[in-house]
């Protein structure tokens, strides 16, 4: 594909990776604001990132499939529709203050999110040189860091209300004026929202009236080529599956917890929080900004090795020092593994041709890491601390280093292809 035939597409795919950063990355928001509206334990607030994440693990072979017959453009398409939907329903989940509306409304967001995650990855990939390919993902992936950052620097702060809601100060009201206060503490999430949905469906209108070129004929919609993908064959695929399976546990986990741990282990109240949370995210948007332009440099294998060997450590910190400082290590861990997902997913998929789409979809999939170690690390804080339960990224991270340890090996060890 020609560049001006391939940059308004850029543009465009560019965009989503920014859009579905408002929604996951709302989610350390929504964990201790409907922890205290909807009055949950640790491990209740946990099934936030479960609805969300579980999604990708359910939806992720459909939309692979819908990609493979109707193209990435209408995926797309119908991704942002589904999302819309989702980020609608908080309106009334919010008028009830009903948990269960909450989770079925965040796993539709997600849902719409999966079919953008399978069709964007492995598109961004295939437009342009494919030895560049972890390069362009990175810097598209930068602007999921940028919607990260707007998520947690200025919708979080509409949300949260910095309110302190006691047991004993519910106590002390009567039954209709407790349920009123936690209502209105609720309703805070509906306009955040309502203005994303209305962004999506904007976005796919944009999307439906824009040309896009016709994609590889490996690749291209109603191929008749055979093809036989055989999962085991690809060992590379495989452990990038696990890889990123704990990479997006890690990542996840970090994050979610980010208002709880500054509470508990700093003694930073939730207004505050949300300023560390936002920079913890400007942190993960740098790193991805700065890791681009080091990959020109170094081979992304090694860089990957090199990120999660400083995540463990900065971990070991933050787990057995507290504090403030601990508040920084963590903004440190954001910007080190701010270039793990894209590297992951680009080095999985590498050399796979006309199998991309089914990889990418097992590589989505991958992503359910997100919906299972926030329960195992909630499980963990009640039954401990929240700071004692950050050992669970750094397991995580151990996984990701192993993956590029291998990757950094000379001997390849992806099996031959079948055709």
Request: glycine fraction near 6%; hydrophobic fraction near 55%; charged fraction near 10%.
């Amino acid at each position: 594909m020609s560049k001006n035939k391939t940059l308004v597409p850029l543009i465009l795919v560019t965009s989503l990776f920014f859009l579905w950063a408002l929604t996951s990355n709302l989610i350390p928001t929504l964990i201790p604001h409907l922890k205290k509206a909807c009055r949950l334990t640790d491990f209740q607030s946990a099934f936030i990132d479960s609805a969300y994440w579980i999604a990708y693990f359910i939806i992720a072979i459909p939309a692979g499939v819908v990609m493979e017959k109707m193209g990435y453009k209408k995926a797309i398409i119908i991704g942002l529709l589904i999302a819309a939907v989702g980020t609608f329903l908080f309106y009334p989940a919010a008028e009830l203050r009903t948990f269960p509306l909450f989770l079925a409304a965040l796993f539709i967001v997600a849902s719409g999110m999966t079919f953008l995650e399978t069709a964007a990855n492995p598109y961004m990939t295939i437009l342009g040189p494919a030895e560049t390919a972890p390069q362009r993902l990175n810097f598209a992936q930068a602007f999921n860091g940028l919607g990260a950052f707007f998520a947690a620097f200025f919708l979080s702060k509409i949300i949260l209300s910095g309110k302190e809601i006691s047991d004993a100060t519910l106590a002390a009201l009567t039954p209709e004026a407790a349920n009123q206060l936690l209502t209105n503490e609720a309703k805070s999430v509906q306009m955040p929202y309502l203005i994303i949905g209305i962004v999506l469906l904007l976005v796919a209108v944009v999307f439906a009236f824009t040309h896009f070129p016709a994609e590889k004929k490996e690749l291209e919609v109603g191929t008749t080529a055979k093809t036989s993908f055989k999962l085991f064959e690809h060992k590379n695929l495989l452990i990038g599956i696990l890889a990123q399976f704990f990479y997006v546990g890690g990542q996840v986990c970090v994050s979610s917890f980010f208002i709880r741990y500054c509470e508990f282990a700093a003694g930073v109240n939730e207004a505050e929080a949300t300023n560390y949370l936002g920079f913890l995210l400007l942190g993960f948007m740098l790193g991805r900004y700065v890791g681009t332009f080091v990959m020109q440099y170094v081979k992304p294998a090694l860089l990957l090795s090199l990120y999660s060997i400083i995540n463990i450590l900065l971990i070991v910190v933050i787990v057995f020092v507290g504090g403030k400082i601990s508040i920084y290590a963590l903004i440190g861990v954001e910007f080190f593994m701010s270039i793990m997902y894209p590297t992951i997913f680009s080095l999985a998929i590498k050399g796979l041709g006309q199998n991309t789409k089914k990889a990418s979809s097992y590589l989505v999939m991958a992503i359910v890491g997100g919906a299972l170690f926030p329960l195992v690390m909630g499980k963990l804080s009640d039954a401990t601390n929240i700071q004692h339960a950050y050992l669970i990224p750094a397991v995580c991270f151990v996984v990701v280093l192993y993956f590029a340890m291998i990757q950094g090996k000379e001997k390849a060890i992806v099996a031959t292809q079948s055709n």
